[in-house]
């Protein structure tokens, strides 16, 4: 069985005085039963993992370079977010794809490089509401899943995050039937290119998941967990998704 995973994004939010959520989280889910990762910008992960405590928390980065070292000005290598105490590193989420050009050629790069550093490597794909509407989701998420993921990998150092652009902080949900439709179909997908290490990929769903929907799309089959945004900021907002995951097993 693939243990469940909630994620959180803290994307470019976050200082030395919200490490208290953190502490908090930590106390609230001591024993949890799925999988906790925190990903706050790269400033914060050597606090944040101090933060943790003897918790199970994981902390993660939020990108990094497809180079080891070298002449990339404000960037970060994947070893080096290990040294800081990292153990998950997101890629090609669509803000970065947006915001950077990054294309699925260079996630899979970035996900090549985590991998080396011994990083699991956080995959996201999604269609944005132009794709969406003119009938092309499967097609875009198959290619950025094929393009994207390296050869070679499996669910121990890879995990797949399925936002689609439109629901990402706009607090629009698709329907637990298009979330069934795109995991469905990309577990097929995986099943086709890798036998039976398919089984063990992790498939999150993200975008606008909330206290308030959390346990409904945890009930959709092969959604494994969740990569939340604004609602993993603070504990008050976290730890009832993270209760609703662990309630869905
Ligand atoms: P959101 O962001 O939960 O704020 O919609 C999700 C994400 O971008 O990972």
Known sequence: ???????????????????????ALAARHADAGVDILLCPPATLIAAMTA??????????GQDCHAESSGAHTGDTAAAMLADAGAT?????HSERRADYGETSQIVRRKAQAAHAAGLIAVICI?????????GRTLDVVGGQLSASVPDGTDGTMTVIAYEPVWAIGTGKVPTLDQI????GFL??????RFATGAQTF???YGGSVKAGNAADIFGVAD???????????????FSPIIAALDASR
């Open 126 to 134: 999604g269609e944005t509401l132009q794709e969406r509407e003119a």
């Open 180 to 183: 069934a439709e795109v995991h």
């Open 1 to 23: 069985m693939r243990r469940k995973l909630a994620a959180g994004n803290w994307k470019m939010n976050g200082t030395q005085a919200d490490l208290a959520e953190v502490t």
């Open 51 to 60: 933060a943790r405590g003897t918790s199970a928390i994981a902390v993660g």
């Open 223 to 237: 959604v494994d967990g969740a990569l939340v945004g604004g609602a993993s900021l603070t504990a008050a907002d």
């Open 88 to 92: 998950h590193v997101i890629v090609g």
């Open 202 to 204: 992790r498939l999150l």
């Open 187 to 192: 577990r097929a997908q995986l099943a086709d």
